[in-house]
């Protein structure tokens, strides 16, 4: 099967930016480098990216300072400001579809989920920064009645955000619209594997009237562009969302410079927890299914250790395999697909070492395991299910972030709660149970940022996102995000 000329036909209907863009200019990297952008959907090189590195970043940097120190942005009226941020949401919602293919194109995931979910969410979280910016109040202390004690925010300055490739403009979305609509001016490092949706955005965003210098995006390598940002001394903070690995760097980075912010969105190893009471095995099978499969697992919430009471263990993966194995790899670019493609061949490689290492560790292959869809030149991985895995396997502690469940057995609830906080993350965890003790003792162990009672990643812009332990901290999305782009003062004044 090839697939090849569909992402030719599709690269005719989006515009494709390549260069940094840089005070409201696309402009090349200063080296005259290129990387290769290649689409997993078939392999195929679909642009050259600028390979920025430290003296672009610096460039970038000096742009986004002298927009702040300007105060076109950071001192425009809060209600200015969520004017412009309120068409910079429509001017992506116009562009809705072209976003939604270049971002299929660019990292192979489904186009029915780049349409439905990635796309409208960032216009969902443009809208509700930019809703909120006219309607936060700052604080009066309780001081005595000769003196007023004021506790106000004020922007940071200049925002580095470092993000990865599995949701590019969603996460993105996720720093730039809290880091923008509280003043600050911003540098985006995109994931090398998928910079072209916030390429294009940041030029939606100047013609919505965002002012040149306030919102700049320098693409390039994570060792060259990501730790030149890190490293630099006129960057108030840097906020990240990527490996744990890489977010341990980053907060050496920022350590070993000028004690910049930093806050960290990182991996995950989420424990879902099917007691023998699940009020719906089909519903937690489906769920369970889809928690590892969605976007090839390729999220860091996913569910990749699934916990299933031993009472009823088989049955209930039976059920989770037939989910696996209707779910055919798929060309991303055709609407009916549901599972597409790995963001590309080093990661496909990753994953297909972690399955081979899984067997050899003695964990039970159920199914997938291989390679598919190899004729088409692209990098797919079948949907995959390990039983009989050990907790302490390679498996079942490191993230594989690929289409890999590893089911575990469990004999009570407090064993699984002991076996569920065995790892260093936190980011998610979720039970399934008819029983109200569970659900709330489970709430309450479970240590992780988010947890699901009988669901499996529910959430919304409204709440907030992030993870205990190695899984990072600081938190994205709701109001509690805007606290990471603000420093609080105090400011007393005595009366006379
Ligand atoms: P990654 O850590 O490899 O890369 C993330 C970003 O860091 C990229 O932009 C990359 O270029 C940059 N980078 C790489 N090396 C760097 C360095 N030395 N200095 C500075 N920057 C550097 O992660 P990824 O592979 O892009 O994304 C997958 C990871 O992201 C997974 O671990 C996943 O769990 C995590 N993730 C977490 C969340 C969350 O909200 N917690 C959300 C999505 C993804």
Redesign the pocket.
């Known amino acids: 099967m090839t697939f090849s000329t569909g992402v030719a036909a599709a690269l005719k209907k989006v515009t494709i930016r390549t260069e940094a863009f840089i005070n409201g200019e696309f402009t090349p990297a200063q080296s005259g480098e290129t990387l290769p952008c290649i689409s997993p959907i078939d392999g195929s090189e679909i642009a050259r990216l600028s390979a920025c590195d430290a003296a672009d970043v610096d460039l970038a940097v000096k742009a986004a300072r002298a927009s702040f120190e300007s105060g076109l942005w950071s001192k425009l009226p809060p209600r200015k400001r969520r004017q412009i941020m309120l068409n910079f949401a429509d001017m992506v919602e116009a562009h809705a579809d072209e976003l939604a293919l270049l971002e299929t194109l660019d990292m192979g995931k489904p186009i029915r989920n780049t349409r439905n979910a990635d796309i409208p969410l960032v216009v969902q979280t443009i809208r509700y920064y930019a809703e909120a910016i006219d309607k936060i109040y700052d604080e009066l202390g309780p001081s005595p009645h000769d003196a007023v004690s004021m506790i106000v925010r004020e922007p940071l300055g200049v925002v580095g955000a470092?993000?990865?490739?599995?949701?590019p403009l969603l996460?993105a979305s996720w720093k730039f619209a809290p880091a923008l609509v509280t003043g600050n001016s911003v540098v985006m490092?995109?994931?090398?594997?998928a910079s072209l949706t916030m390429l294009r955005t940041a030029e939606l965003a100047a013609e919505a009237g965002i002012p040149a210098g306030v919102l700049n995006v320098v693409p390039g390598?994570?060792?060259q562009?990501?730790?030149a940002?890190?490293l630099h001394m006129d960057v108030d903070a840097v906020v990240?969302?990527?490996?744990?690995?890489?977010?341990k760097?980053?907060m050496g980075?920022g350590a070993q410079s000028n004690l910049k912010r930093i806050a960290l969105?990182?991996?995950?190893k989420s424990p879902q927890i099917v007691m023998e009471d699940c009020p719906d095995f089909d519903a937690a099978a489906m769920a369970a299914a889809w928690a590892v499969f969605y976007d090839q697992g390729?999220?860091?919430?996913a569910g990749t250790r699934l916990l299933v009471q031993n009472s009823v263990k088989d049955e209930f993966l039976a059920k989770v395999a037939a989910v696996a194995k209707s779910l055919k790899p798929g060309d991303p670019l055709d609407e009916n697909t549901r599972f597409g493609a790995l963001v590309d061949e080093a990661?496909m490689n990753t994953v297909l070492g972690y399955i081979e290492k899984g067997g050899a560790e003695g964990a039970k292959l159920v199914c997938g395991g291989g390679r598919a869809l190899s004729d088409s030149g692209g990098f797919y991985v079948a949907p995959t299910i390990f039983d009989g895995v050990d907790n302490k396997m390679t498996i079942a502690q490191e993230?594989i972030?690929g289409p890999v469940i590893s089911a575990i057995g469990f004999d009570d609830f407090d064993d699984a709660m002991r076996i569920a906080n065995d790892t260093i993350y936190g980011?998610a965890a979720g039970i399934w149970t008819s029983n109200l003790n569970y659900a709330h003792k489970a709430s309450r162990t479970l240590r992780a940022g988010n947890v699901w009672v009988n669901c499996w990643d529910g959430s919304d812009i409204t709440t907030p996102?992030?993870?205990f332990k190695q899984?990072?901290f600081g938190r994205?999305r709701s109001l509690h995000a805007l606290d990471k782009y603000t420093e609080l003062k105090t400011i007393w004044m005595k009366l006379s």
């Open positions: 470092v993000t990865p490739w599995n949701f996460m490092k995109p994931a090398e594997q390598n994570g060792a562009a990501g730790k940002m890190a990240f969302t990527g490996s744990t690995a890489v977010g760097l980053i980075y969105e990182c991996g995950g390729q999220v860091c919430t990661q993230e972030f980011l996102f992030g993870g899984s990072g994205d």
